[in-house]
């Protein structure tokens, strides 16, 4: 077995693995724990408050987005055949480049949105339990709309990453 052949393993392993983590964390929010916090009413909102300050779930998700854009990248060469023109226009390297897109495209809305949406929910959430008593109106009206702007940014995060894989996936059977 040539270094080639195990750099090239290794870095599949860990694009998929960092897939399942990113792709997989965003389903099961956008369709288990959103609207299961949701229906809990305002016991959903002092778990969301926890998560939030507690912070693991947005730095596994973007630890996960970054091992699968970074480990895709460099990918990309070697599986092109160093940006071979003919593999580019085929049905697998159009499908394959069409999955990566998607994919750059989910990763940049998770920065940009989700990431920094989910740093001010932070703040809001560590003020709201570093208070005595009830938080002030304006602090939960903060935290609610946070929170109804993240639950978007995981439906729109999963379906851009369930596109990804999918074409992922079907460029491997063409």
Known sequence: ?????????LLRIIHIFSAVTWVGGSIFMASVMGPTVRAAGPEGG???MRMAS???LSKVLTMG??????AGLLLYYPTS????G???SSAHGITLTLGA?????????GIFVSGRTAAKMKVVADQILATQGPPAPDMLKEAQALG?????GAIQTAAMGSIALILMAAAQTI
């Open 148 to 152: 109804a702007k993240l639950g978007k």
């Open 1 to 9: 077995m040539s270094i080639a052949t195990v750099y090239i393993t």
């Open 86 to 88: 003919a593999w580019l």
């Open 54 to 56: 507690f912070g693991q």
């Open 65 to 70: 987005a970054l091992g699968t854009v970074l």
């Open 101 to 109: 897109l998607v994919g750059i495209a989910a990763f940049l809305h």
């Open 46 to 48: 002092r778990f969301m």
């Open 81 to 84: 055949g160093g940006l071979n």
